[in-house]
Nanobody, 115 residues
Framework: VQLVESGGGLVQPGGSLRLSCAAS????????MMWYRQAPGKERELVAH????????NYDDSAKGRFTISRDNAKNTVYLQMNSLKSEDTAVYYC?????????WGQGTQVTVSS
């Protein structure tokens, strides 16, 4: 089982980024998929979640209206579209897959929002 995030980088406030989480060894359509982030000196926090069936999504209040989590089952990839980025969105973003008691994490991708 492997998760590989990509798409991070440096962006100006108000800009957009799309993060990708490519999975191998399992099907993302059968797992709950989540995006977390961890800013320097802070705990890792859940940003967005999509369930394994039906595509029900949930967001942290800080992400509502700006971020969108989605899943492409054919590509076995989960995305996080981030719009209207703010400096406080700066963090390492991690993808996580959960099924039952099994959790799998990616290595993370850095997002820096700065002018």
């Amino acid at each position: 089982v492997q998760l590989v995030e990509s798409g991070g980088g440096l962006v100006q406030p108000g800009g957009s980024l799309r993060l990708s989480c490519a999975a191998s060894g399992f099907s993302v359509s059968t797992y709950r998929m989540m995006w977390y982030r961890q800013a320097p000196g802070k705990e890792r926090e859940l940003v967005a979640h999509i369930n394994s069936a039906g595509g029900i999504t949930n967001y942290d209040d800080s992400a509502k209206g700006r971020f969108t989590i989605s899943r492409d089952n054919a590509k076995n990839t989960v995305y996080l579209q981030m719009n209207s980025l703010k400096s406080e969105d700066t963090a390492v973003y991690y993808c996580k897959a959960r099924k039952g008691l099994s959790d799998y994490w990616g290595q993370g991708t850095q997002v820096t929002v700065s002018s």
